[in-house]
């Protein structure tokens, strides 16, 4: 099974192509919706946050606002919180790319915002960057609830610049001229993909070393 890392800056359209590329048939496993299970009411991560972050949990679930303050221009604390999630969030995948496999999937997708800054490049066979121009970027940012332009300029602060992950990447999307194209685009990779012309005919991650049929992996 090949392994696709899909990533992108905030406000590049990323969400907008893993629904795409599950509307052409590979799988997507949306590393932000994981998140959001393990911060919700009885998540995994619930109490190692509420310990090391005393105050942020309300009535059994992580607050994001309450955490966001506590992280916020902290880098000390975000490697905390880093630390807690980011083993979840990796056993989280490799079970969803086990249950990928085991229903016969060729291409599975892993969307990962910080795909490059946590070296995830490293556990996949192939990496796509969603792309628009800045402009296109600042007017979808801002246009979210509660967003300003000192929390975006924060956000971008932790973010690899989006010249780089260009860069990185061995494919990049565009998605600051229409859906249309940016579909055309990930349609031509995908079918690039499956016709075995720009990877190995087989995965090179999954399965992983001395994984067993049925095994389930947990942090």
């Known amino acids: 099974m090949i392994v696709l890392g899909l990533t992108g800056s905030i406000g590049m359209g ?3 192509a893993a629904r795409m590329l599950q509307a052409m048939g590979a799988p997507v496993c949306d590393s932000d919706a994981v998140v959001h299970g ?5 998540g995994r991560a619930v109490p190692a946050i509420d310990a090391a972050f005393p ?9 994001r606002p309450a ?32 249950r990928a496999a085991r229903r016969g999937a060729g291409i599975a997708v892993l ?6 800054e946590t070296k995830g490049e490293r556990r996949v066979d ?8 800045f402009a296109v970027q600042r007017a979808r940012v801002l246009a979210r609830p509660g967003m300003t ?17 260009r860069q990185r990447a061995d494919y990049v999307v565009p998605t600051g001229a229409g859906r249309l194209v940016t579909r055309r685009a990930l349609q031509g990779i995908v079918r690039q993909i ?13 399965p992983p070393r001395g994984y067993q049929p049925g095994q389930i992996h947990h942090a």
């Open 67 to 98: 955490l966001g303050a506590a992280v916020f221009r902290d880098p000390d604390a975000l490697k905390r919180l880093e630390a807690i999630l980011h083993p979840m969030v990796q056993a989280a995948q490799r079970d969803f790319l086990a």
């Open 55 to 63: 105050g942020v949990v309300v009535d059994g679930a992580v607050s």
């Open 111 to 116: 969307d990962i915002p910080l795909l490059f």
């Open 14 to 16: 990323k969400s907008t």
């Open 38 to 42: 393990l911060l919700g009411r009885g």
């Open 126 to 133: 192939a990496t796509i960057v969603v792309s628009a121009p």
């Open 149 to 165: 332009a000192e929390k975006f300029a924060g956000i971008l602060a932790r973010q690899m610049p989006d010249m780089e992950k």
């Open 194 to 206: 499956r016709q075995h012309r720009t990877v190995r005919r087989t995965g090179r991650h999954w």
